[in-house]
């Protein structure tokens, strides 16, 4: 959800390398600045920080539920955001290792009643962001009123109300309305000429699995995803209304600096929606180092983890970013550096892993005034030991 931000850190070594490191049981130091950044009395994030699959930092830090007082733990649940893009994509790529779609087919030929987009879109472009889609802006404007503008080729939705309809926590459609309204857009620009982030994009790419399984994204990945590697507090959470166990709550500030709630109904899968903790997300850390997954399971994450397209992710900046099947890839003077953001009402994440090192560096936060990505820079700081 919202806007995918990566950014590369390059962290020189100095004195211990990275494992001697942590090695040397110096982990209180970064228990102690995870404590200085999240205030034990004010919304917080769950931390996990590993290193070959080991524990280095499992922990909570601050509130789930500031109403309360509940601190938080390495057992709540967090909404995932963006980071949800990753599952979509391994959800589609195992359909098509079952050989149920083509990767290289448009998307036409799997999901119903979509526009004569007049060129091929295929899957994989789609994966990559690189399908031409555009965005929420295609459906509304997040401004009610007075900087609502009707956008050719916009759908220009209106809530009962009469008002522009909001994606967020203003407004309300249901997940096959949802689904009907991203039926009808257009294409923004030509497939495969530019990247192009796209949430839409990720939406329909939970249709095309529901279309082809006859399942829900939520049911599809619980039974070839989260079961098989035992992720059994993962899911997508696809209902406004259910009860979510040990849920850590959204919060935000308002313009006076006091907490409020913030908690989206927006329950629509795909470009996000994903809930997990951090111990099922150690487990899906180690699939990409010993592989459960496919039919041949190693060929399938070499796979995976291969860019979607050649186009690189945002090109004026300078950086060799490549976008594979939900991730960011790049290169460091620490070797290759794979992550994901995610943001949105209640929820800042950071998620990323270090191949060479086998280090996964997780920041789940449900208060959006704390920035994630900091916190990760400080994980960093400490594990490379800058």
């Known amino acids: ?57 499992k922990d909570g830090y601050g509130l789930a539920n500031v109403e309360l007082n509940v601190a938080m733990s390495n057992d709540n649940v967090h909404r995932m955001a963006s980071v949800s893009k990753q599952f979509v994509a391994m959800a589609v790529r195992l359909l098509a290792d079952q050989g149920a779609i083509k990767l290289e087919n448009d998307i036409s030929d799997y999901v119903k009643n979509l526009p004569d987009y007049g060129i091929k879109v295929s ?30 080729g916009a759908l220009n939705l ?55 399984s006859g399942l829900t994204l939520r049911e599809y990945t619980d039974k070839y995803v989260f079961k098989p590697l035992g992720m059994d507090n993962t899911f997508f959470a696809d209902d406004a209304v259910e009860l979510i166990k040990n849920r850590a709550y959204g919060y935000s500030k308002d313009v006076d600096g006091n907490y409020v709630n913030d908690m989206t109904n927006l329950f629509v899968v795909g470009d996000g929606g994903l809930h997990t903790t951090i111990n099922d997300m150690q487990k899906w850390d180690a699939q990409f180092y010993t592989p459960k997954l496919g039919k041949n399971p190693e060929t399938f994450m070499e796979e995976f983890m291969l860019p979607n397209s050649s186009l690189p ?16 890839i790049s290169k460091s003077e620490n070797g290759l550096l794979v992550s994901h953001s995610g943001g949105w009402l209640g929820a800042n994440i950071m998620y990323r892993r270090y191949p060479d090192n086998q280090f996964m560096n997780l920041v789940m936060c449900s208060n959006t005034s704390i920035n994630a990505t900091n916190i990760a820079d400080e994980i960093d700081k400490w594990y490379f030991n800058k």
């Open 1 to 57: 959800m919202k806007r995918f931000t990566l950014l590369v850190f390059v962290l020189p070594f100095l004195g211990l390398n990275a494992s001697s490191y942590a090695e040397s049981h110096q982990i209180g130091s970064l228990d102690e600045k995870l404590k200085s950044l999240i205030p034990a009395n004010e919304a917080g994030c769950s931390i996990g920080v590993f290193e070959n699959g080991n524990a280095l930092i």
């Open 123 to 152: 899957i994989n472009s789609i994966i990559g962001h690189t399908g031409g889609m555009g965005d929420y802006d295609l459906i509304s404007t997040y401004g009610y009123p007075e900087d609502f503008k009707a956008k050719e």
């Open 158 to 212: 209106k809530a009962i109300s009469g008002h522009p309809m909001r994606i967020g926590n203003e407004d309300y459609l249901s997940v096959s309305e949802f689904h009907e309204v991203v039926k009808k857009l257009p294409l923004v620009v030509e497939p495969d000429t530019e990247w192009r982030y796209s949430n839409m994009g990720y939406i329909m790419l939970a249709i095309l699995v529901e279309e082809v």
């Open 313 to 328: 992710v945002n090109p004026d900046s300078g950086a060799d970013i490549f976008y594979a099947n939900g991730q960011g």
